[in-house]
Each structure stands twice: as C-alpha cells, then as structure tokens.
C-alpha cells in the first residue's frame, strides 16, 4: 500500500512538472518578444511601464510582471491586506486598460 502511493504521489508530480512546462515556455517566449518589441521602439520597457504605475499602488507589495506579446500588454500583480490586484497596462502607451481583483 505505501509503495503504491509512493508511484502514485511521483507521478502526480511528474504530471505537475509536464503540465506547467508549455505555460513556462510561452512565458519565456513573450519576455524574449517582449525585448525584441522594446528594442524595436514598439513598446515601452518594463522600468518605464512600472515607474508610471507602482506610485498609484501605494501600500500594495509589488509581486511581478507578465507580458501578453498578442496583446502588447502587461499584467502586474500586486497584493494589499490578502487581495491580489492585476493591473493591466498597453505597452506601447503605457496607459493602464483594466485593474482586476
């Protein structure tokens, strides 16, 4: 019985690992395009992006950004008394689109 769920727990995680291995590799590809935008003179950079909008987050921890290179987006995630905010913001303008909670 305890090596049955020993095969069972390893292949859940191997499942797991595979799982989250394309999410990782579209991640990876939006940052390199991302980049190639910046340096292009498409969109703003990141430091740009977040130095307009972490001022208006006050009090709320920085967590990360995301990029969304189909949309020239990026999703910044924040979290203030254990709510998480995303605060999405068009790269070419730096203009925020949408604040989700």
Known sequence: MKRAFSILAAMA?????LASAPAFAQSRS???EARKEMKAGN?????QIESRVLPQMRG????????DS????????????????FVDVDARTGRIINRSR
């Open 13 to 17: 995680m191997a499942l797991a690992t």
């Open 30 to 32: 939006d940052q390199g």
């Open 43 to 47: 969109v703003l950079s990141l430091r």
């Open 60 to 67: 709320a921890q920085y967590l990360g950004p995301a990029y």
């Open 70 to 85: 189909t949309a020239r987006a990026y999703r910044l995630k924040f979290i203030k008394d254990g709510r998480v905010t």
